[in-house]
């Protein structure tokens, strides 16, 4: 089992920034792929960033690539999302998700975090 809590979600204006961080506790962590993911109401999960479990490989969804970033410490189990340049579209419940290996698809995460919500006022 690997649990995960997100922190640093809030209330930002549009154009700001925000960081996400994950903190995973119970299992070696530099061996799971780590991905975030996002809900927004009415609206399916989406996948947001993923990355593998050494930090070598990254991808982006097309919506947030270029303004987001995804970054690992494996000595202090953490993942992060740098969150630039955000606007009103990029309100939702953020999600940590841990799996075997690095994905865009959402579903195929084995562990989540219970969220932590952006809101982006414009």
């Known amino acids: 089992q690997v649990q995960l809590v997100e922190s640093g979600g809030g209330l930002v204006q549009a154009g700001g920034s925000l960081r996400l961080s994950c903190a995973a506790s119970?299992?070696?962590?530099?061996?799971?792929?780590m991905g975030w993911s996002r809900q927004a109401p009415g609206k399916e999960r989406e996948f947001v960033a993923t990355?593998?479990?050494?930090?070598?490989?990254?991808y982006y969804a097309a919506s947030v690539k270029g303004r987001f970033t995804i970054a690992r410490d494996n000595a202090k189990n953490t993942v992060y999302l740098q969150m630039n340049s955000l606007n009103p579209e990029d309100t939702a419940v953020y999600y940590c998700?841990?799996?075997?290996?690095?994905?865009?698809?959402?579903?195929?995460?084995?562990?989540w975090g219970q969220g932590t919500q952006v809101t982006v006022s414009s």
């Open positions: 119970g299992r070696t962590f530099s061996n799971y792929a």
């Open positions: 998700a841990a799996g075997g290996t690095v994905s865009t698809t959402a579903r195929r995460y084995d562990y």
């Open positions: 990355i593998s479990g050494r930090g070598r490989t990254t």
